[in-house]
């Protein structure tokens, strides 16, 4: 059983900056992909940014802002968020998928971003 639990969320000024952590527990390995997804009231959830082993790759919405990384030795993922904007305001959740899967399995219970104007 894998546990994904977010933290580092809260209210910011628009352009602040924020930096969300997930930390993983259970049958986890540093071969997992890692991945943040969105979602804000009243729209789907969306993807914001994944990481392989090393490399990051992220949504036009997040590039050049967001900045998604990992510490495999503490099974923690971060998503750094600068100029933050009123649009950016959603639940953020950490997300996992094993090597071989297609799909992200595993899911934590999300974290509040609520950026002002």
């Known amino acids: 059983q894998v546990q994904l639990v977010e933290s580092g969320g809260g209210l910011v000024q628009a352009a602040g900056s924020l930096r969300l952590s997930c930390a993983a527990s259970g049958r986890i390995f540093s071969s997992y992909t890692m991945g943040w997804f969105r979602q804000a009231p009243g729209k789907e959830r969306e993807f914001v940014a994944g990481?392989?082993?090393?490399?990051?790759y992220y949504a036009d919405s997040a590039k050049g802002r967001f900045t998604i990384s990992r510490d495999n030795a503490k099974n923690t993922v971060y998503l750094q968020m600068n100029s933050l904007k009123p649009e950016d305001t959603a639940v953020y959740y950490c997300?996992?998928?094993?090597?071989?899967?297609?799909?992200?399995?595993?899911w934590g219970q999300g974290t509040q971003v609520t950026v002002s104007s």
């Open positions: 990481i392989t082993w090393s490399v990051g």
């Open positions: 997300t996992a998928k094993t090597p071989s899967g297609s799909s992200w399995t595993y």
